[in-house]
């Protein structure tokens, strides 16, 4: 590779930090997601939001969006000073960000270089990880501008299970049903709640019925959770896919709140 080639990729991949900064600010997530790795490993754990974990760019991406969503927030994304080192398909380097936070009078900066891994993709360069490093913050509370995660979550464990029947396979529905929830029950989970769809304002009607179940603290959650791998679940497994043409089982936790 030579000088004018090793240039362009570096500024390929600083471009890539431009656009996370326009992403956020612009409120742009599909810009913001199509700078990332199918899978990414993220690390804030420094600026006190969670432990590092990897996942999906979908993922992260609504992640961020998340933290980025409370009401009246403005921001600006400064990114300069980038030191990448290209190594064939692989690079890394440091990026320094300053950050401005705005909500009505109320202003927070923050100063902080990003550390991050890059790789050439088919569709060229991506984020691969990335590791903020907080230098300081300074302004307003910090926790007013964003949904920080609570120190102590809820450990409660919700549920939600989307399917639409097949009446004529009745039999079938009350084996699966008659089945699963006494296990539900015996892992910690409260009495079932179920409801049904009348109307769909933004979206299709695609899904008749909704059970939620709560598990009201982490043992119970678990317990669900393992019920879904066990031996008896799994048998009656053919009776679930001969009695709903649609079905999704999903679990969630609380949201932090305020």
């Not at 590779?1 to 997530?29: C, F, P, R, T, V």
């Not at 927030?73 to 690079?91: S, W």
Request: proline residues 5%; negative net charge.
């Amino acid at each position: 590779m030579n000088h004018l080639e090793a240039l362009a990729e570096k500024q390929a991949i600083i471009e890539l930090h431009y656009k996370y900064a326009q992403g956020i600010d612009k409120q742009d997530w599909a810009t913001f997601q199509s700078i990332f790795h199918d899978i990414i490993h993220a690390d804030y754990s420094k600026w006190g939001m969670g432990a590092p974990s990897e996942m999906s760019k979908e993922e992260y991406t609504q992640l961020v969006q998340f933290l980025f969503a409370k009401k009246g927030l403005i921001t600006q994304h400064y990114m300069t000073n980038c030191l990448i080192t290209v190594d064939g398909d692989m690079a890394q380097g440091d990026t320094y960000v300053f950050a401005r936070h705005k909500i009505g009078s109320e202003v927070m900066s923050l100063n902080a270089f990003y550390t991050c891994s890059y790789l050439k993709t088919g569709n060229g360069w991506k984020i691969k990880s990335i590791e903020m490093n907080p230098r300081w913050d300074e302004g307003a509370d910090v926790v007013k501008f964003f949904n920080i995660p609570d120190p102590n979550p809820s450990e409660k464990t919700y549920l939600l299970v989307t399917a639409t029947p097949i009446m004529e396979y009745h039999d079938a529905l009350e084996r699966y049903v008659g089945g699963i929830i006494p296990m539900l029950m015996q892992a910690g989970g409260l009495p079932p709640k179920i409801i049904k769809q009348d109307q769909a304002i933004v979206g299709q009607q695609d899904t008749f019925m909704t059970m939620m179940v709560e598990f009201p603290n982490a043992q119970a959650g678990a317990a669900a959770k393992a019920v879904f791998q066990s031996e008896a679940y799994h048998k009656l497994v053919p009776d679930r896919d001969k009695a709903f043409s649609k079905m999704n089982i999903s679990f969630y936790s609380d949201m932090p709140q305020g």
